[in-house]
């Protein structure tokens, strides 16, 4: 028989079975309460939806994607990246200090005519040009301060390519029309790369200065190590490590990070030319322990949200298990333990800033909006667009309890580096 047979067959059964199951549901809540059978409603309404994608996407299943699906929600409407990045905005503000003397430093003994600036992992929304434009800032006012004329600026706006760079384009207009106040209106040039910062991604020796913030923690895939030979989760109920995690799980994702790291350090060294600098932000661990009360707040929330909807039929056990963020929180050994290893950059500055995200919000919805706009590509791509909503009301409530407490904080790493020679 054929398989299409086959599918439309069992679509047809569950599809039946759901109903009247349903409709027996609702004859029997009929006279106690409309809520109860609005729910029920709305739980067959996901079953069939469920029913019909799985079918339609059989022929499709294997391993995620991660460059072809990460991304943040793009647009500008209530749910978007730019509507919703104000955490990370906050935390550019918070390093502008770092990333101005870095501009310095690098600019202490030579000048040149033609700067090479990137952004890796750039995203959209208003905070694309927020940290090329302290960097121009600061590099004008060294270039006034040795009475020299302006550099010609090259940007580089790097992202993976399902980034949404047409709101990128958008808005280059304004920022053209802010740089006109810098004293750089004709010798600033912007291009996109749609690469994963992961791979080689720009000719040689031609970027001076490296910006990345809120990236380096996605992986370049889901850790591998993560499914035994059958193909069965050994983190199973959790989105990312827990105190529950096994060993393994721990080990798979720091080997992911390793090689990752370690692939960005070396392209990187490539890129950058002599004494060029780096800085870098991203979400670290203060501790060695691969679980501690800060690291994967956010996601220990979204497990437990999905798992309230498991538990509730709106999401199945196996959805659960087989999905993993490709997103890893290091430790500063870590990091430096790489970073030796590799062998092409210098460390001038590393810091733990530990950054509450109530600072950046005024309540628990504004948070979720954030985590949301993050994650909700990848987790509808795997979960269905159908239960996004549902997953993201359970986690404002489940984040709002963290949020009454005000005490966690989540640790960004900032490192400067300097192109060894």
């Given amino acids: 028989m054929e398989v299409t047979s086959v599918l439309r067959m069992n679509d047809h059964s569950h599809r039946t079975v759901a109903r009247k199951g349903i409709f027996r549901q609702c004859c029997s809540l009929e006279r106690e309460s409309p809520m109860e059978v609005a729910t029920a409603l709305r739980m067959n309404v996901v079953a069939e939806r469920r029913i019909f994608r799985q079918c339609c996407s059989l022929e499709k299943e294997g391993p995620m994607d991660v460059a072809n699906v990460l991304r943040m929600n793009e647009g500008t409407g209530k749910m978007s990246y730019a509507q919703n990045s104000w955490l990370q905005k906050h935390g550019i503000e918070v390093i502008k200090p770092i990333t101005e003397e870095a501009v310095m430093n690098m600019l202490s003994t030579h000048f040149p005519e033609r700067l090479g600036i990137a952004d890796l992992g750039c995203s959209s929304g208003p905070n694309t040009f927020s940290a090329l434009t302290i ?11 040795v009475s020299l004329p302006m550099p010609e600026f090259l940007l580089y706006l790097n992202d993976l390519p399902g980034n949404d760079f047409n709101s990128i384009f958008r ?32 000719p040689s020796n031609s970027l001076h200065f490296v910006h ?43 080997q992911q990070f390793r090689n990752d790291f370690s692939r960005f350090l070396k392209f990187r060294s490539q890129e950058v030319v ?35 909807l498991v538990s509730k039929g709106f999401i199945e056990d196996e959805k659960l298990d087989s999905f993993d963020l490709p997103y890893y929180e290091p430790s500063a050994e870590e990091v430096e333990e790489e970073l030796k ?31 949301r ?43 400067v580096l300097k192109r060894s020679n």
Avoid at 293 to 300: A, K, Q
Avoid at 342 to 370: D, R
Wanted: proline content about 4%; some cysteine.
């Fill in 373 to 415: 706009a993050a994650v909700e590509p990848l987790m509808k791509y795997h979960f269905g667009e159908e239960v996004m909503d549902m997953i993201f009301e359970e986690y404002t409530e489940l984040m709002q309890l963290d949020f009454d407490e005000g005490k966690k904080k989540l640790i960004h790493f900032v490192l």
């Fill in 341 to 371: 290893r590799e062998g092409s950059f210098t460390i001038l500055h590393f810091e733990q800033k530990p950054i509450a995200p109530w600072e950046a919000n005024k309540n628990a919805k504004n948070l979720a909006l954030i985590t």
């Fill in 212 to 254: 990345s913030s809120y990236s380096l923690h996605w992986l370049s895939q889901v850790p591998p190590a993560l499914y035994d030979e059958y193909g069965k989760s050994l983190n199973k109920g959790n989105v990312y490590i827990t105190e529950d995690s096994p060993a393994s799980v721990t080990y798979a994702f720091l």
């Fill in 274 to 308: 002599r004494d060029g600098c780096m800085v870098l932000m991203f979400y670290g661990r203060r501790t060695k322990q691969a679980v501690d009360e800060e690291s994967g707040v956010l996601w220990t929330t979204l497990s437990q949200a999905i798992k309230n």
């Fill in 171 to 202: 808005s280059l207009p304004s920022f053209y029309e802010m740089m006109k106040e810098t004293g750089v209106p004709e010798s600033c040039f912007v291009a996109a790369v749609a690469s994963s910062f992961y791979c080689r991604s720009f």
């Fill in 135 to 145: 960097i121009i800032e600061a590099v004008c006012t060294k270039y006034e301060q």
